[in-house]
């Protein structure tokens, strides 16, 4: 079966501005889990959506945001960008009956400049 | 909040050298534990997990771990490793849907 797939697999924003990423799980995983990696703080929850609704969230500012849509692909949004939001953002499907273990995406290098 | 401490930050050994990586958590109720890898790259992947059952869990590619519950541990363990398994490595908590705690990763450096 396909994998989680995310786009784009690179970006570079300016400070101050906003972005969107995207992912889609792989078909029939309901929840969609979201992380930062960064070297200095290794994987970062950021929040899980499950049936269109968000039901873990970090510890991120409001700035983080997120959204499923009915088919389970899920969005992203980072606001008001800064330097510190360069990371890898990383999508990670899963299922109850696999007790939550991930399949990852290969993720979006975002680069804030 | 729950945590977990991945002892080592970087490991080097030489081929057929055996591996053992350890992994602490902090929670007293029931997890879910997972080890992933990731290969140079390539993404993060599922190595080995453990819901319940014997605690002694096989993965892919000869890996094993071990969920020793007194100690809030598991350790992953391979006897013999090769080139091919240089990576970084993650141990993981699940205690909440779809909501995972990892550790900070150990790389492992296996020398030809």
């Known amino acids: 079966k396909a994998g989680v797939t995310q786009t784009p697999r690179y970006l570079i924003k300016t400070r101050g501005q906003q972005v969107t990423l995207s992912c889609s799980p792989i078909s029939g995983h309901r929840s969609v889990s979201w992380y930062q990696q960064t070297p200095g703080q290794g994987l970062q929850f950021l929040f899980e959506?499950?049936?269109?609704?968000?039901?873990n969230k970090g510890n991120f500012p409001g700035r983080f945001s997120g959204r499923q849509f009915s088919n389970s692909r899920s969005e992203m949004n980072v606001s008001t960008l800064e330097l510190g939001d360069s990371a890898l953002y990383l999508c990670?499907?899963?299922?109850?009956?696999?007790?939550?273990?991930?399949?990852f995406g290969s993720g979006t290098r975002l680069t804030v400049v | 909040a729950q945590s977990v401490s991945q002892h080592n930050h970087h490991v080097i050994l030489s081929e057929a050298a055996s591996l053992e990586l350890g992994c602490n958590y902090s929670?007293?109720?029931?997890?879910?534990l997972f080890w992933y890898v990731q290969y140079p790259g390539q993404h993060l992947q599922l190595l080995l997990k453990?819901?319940?059952?014997?605690?002694l869990v096989k993965g892919i590619k000869g890996f094993e771990a071990e969920f020793i519950k007194s100690k809030f541990s598991f350790n992953l363990r391979k006897p013999s490793v090769q080139w091919s398994d240089t990576a970084e490595y993650f141990c993981a908590v699940n205690t909440n849907a779809g909501k995972s705690t990892f550790g900070d990763g150990t790389t492992l450096t296996v020398k030809p």
């Open positions: 453990y819901f319940s059952g014997d605690p």
């Open positions: 959506y499950f049936s269109e609704t968000q039901r």
């Open positions: 929670y007293g109720g029931t997890v879910n």
């Open positions: 990670a499907s899963s299922s109850d009956s696999d007790r939550y273990g991930y399949t």
